[in-house]
């Protein structure tokens, strides 16, 4: 079974910073360009970071952009996101999501969500 | 660029068809063939329902479908059940510096 669970979430005051981890099994995790994608609580979907199969490349949101990193280490299947500097707005549910493969552009599975919570 | 647009809410009695709408622009929908579709239970993950435009990835029932028209993609989910009262998001990519814009989420009440 293709499974991807995060974790790593928190409180954290502002200014902090957290790392989040996404261990993959049940597929060549490898092989596959993998995302974090954010969600206010009963809000919508943004995506947040993308990284390509062997960790070459990396793409974020403006709203991110250095300040989080992400990174994969493929000898533990694991995906790892780094947030530092953290903002109010940085509060979320963070899904990590494997993406397409080939050219098209969608996510399948997603992870079940850590809450990140960025307050005094 | 801004969010897709969709509606806030729809819903439906058991049995009927509702089409949810997400809108977009030339730089996103009307440009690219790579709208996908998500449904979400409270308290669950996204799952994908749709990708392409009208792909329904294996295990997705035949009820749904997905189209597109200029800037504006659909996904219709035809014999309405209560299962499928959910909120749906629509994705699109937007290019290179973008990459992938959502829409804000439509929930789907089953009457």
């Known amino acids: 079974e293709v499974q991807l669970v995060e974790s790593g979430g928190g409180l954290v005051q502002p200014g902090g910073s957290l790392r989040l981890s996404c261990a993959a099994s049940g597929f060549t995790f490898s092989g596959y360009w993998m995302h974090w994608v954010r969600q206010v609580p009963g809000g919508g979907l943004v995506w947040v970071s993308r990284i390509n199969s062997d960790g070459s490349t990396t793409t974020y949101a403006d709203s991110v952009n250095g300040r989080f990193t992400i990174s994969r280490d493929n000898a533990k299947s694991t995906l790892y996101l780094q947030m530092i500097s953290l903002r109010a707005e940085d509060t979320a549910v963070y899904y990590c999501?494997?993406?397409?493969?080939?050219?098209?552009?969608?996510?399948?599975?997603w992870g079940q969500g850590t809450l990140v919570t960025v307050s005094s | 660029q801004s969010a897709l647009t969709q509606p806030a809410s729809v819903s439906g009695s058991p049995g009927q068809s509702i089409t949810i709408s997400c809108s977009g622009s030339?730089?996103?929908?009307?440009?690219?063939?790579?709208v996908s579709w998500y449904q979400q239970h409270p308290g669950k993950a996204p799952k994908l329902m749709i990708y392409d435009v009208s792909k329904r990835p294996s295990g997705v029932s035949n009820r749904f479908s997905g189209s597109k028209s200029d800037n504006t993609a659909s996904l219709t989910i035809s014999g309405l059940q209560a299962e499928d009262e959910a909120d749906y998001f629509c994705?699109?990519?937007?290019?290179?510096?973008?990459?992938?814009?959502f829409g804000g989420g439509t929930k789907l009440t089953v009457l």
């Open positions: 994705c699109s990519y937007a290019g290179r510096s973008t990459f992938v814009l």
């Open positions: 999501a494997r993406g397409a493969p080939g050219d098209s552009v969608w996510f399948d599975p």
């Open positions: 030339s730089s996103d929908i009307g440009d690219y063939n790579y």
